[in-house]
Nanobody
């Protein structure tokens, strides 16, 4: 059973930085596609960043390009989201998601339904 646990959320001022981590267990790490999504109450879940663990191929939402970086740590079985120059509009609940056996590079930022495994989420709040 795949389990995902996010950590690292919090409250910072605009222009600040945060690092989110997703600790994963229960699967063969290298064959997965991992993603970060975010959601604000009353709005649809939005894809933020994707990484294909086999070759570290990445996709980013236009709204975060140049400010967010998704990366993996094989030794710790974690995927991180480094967020810089944070803006109030980045405020949301951030979720980690996993898709097994994903070897084809598809931009899945608009396809949250592709991901069968999700964490519980971690809140990020950016004040102006």
């Amino acid at each position: 059973q795949v389990q995902l646990a996010e950590s690292g959320g919090g409250s910072v001022q605009a222009g600040g930085l945060l690092r989110l981590s997703c600790a994963a267990s229960g699967y063969t790490y290298s064959s997965y596609c991992m993603a970060w999504f975010r959601q604000v109450p009353g709005k649809e879940r939005e894809g933020v960043a994707i990484i294909y663990l086999g070759d570290e191929y990445t996709y980013y939402a236009d709204s975060v390009k140049g400010r967010f970086t998704i990366s993996r740590d094989n030794a710790k079985n974690t995927v991180s989201l480094h967020m810089f120059f944070l803006k109030p509009e980045d405020t949301a609940m951030y979720y980690c998601a996993a898709l097994p056996a994903a070897t084809t590079h598809i931009n899945r930022l608009n396809r949250p339904g592709d991901f069968p495994y999700w964490g519980q989420g971690t809140q990020v709040t950016i004040s102006s």
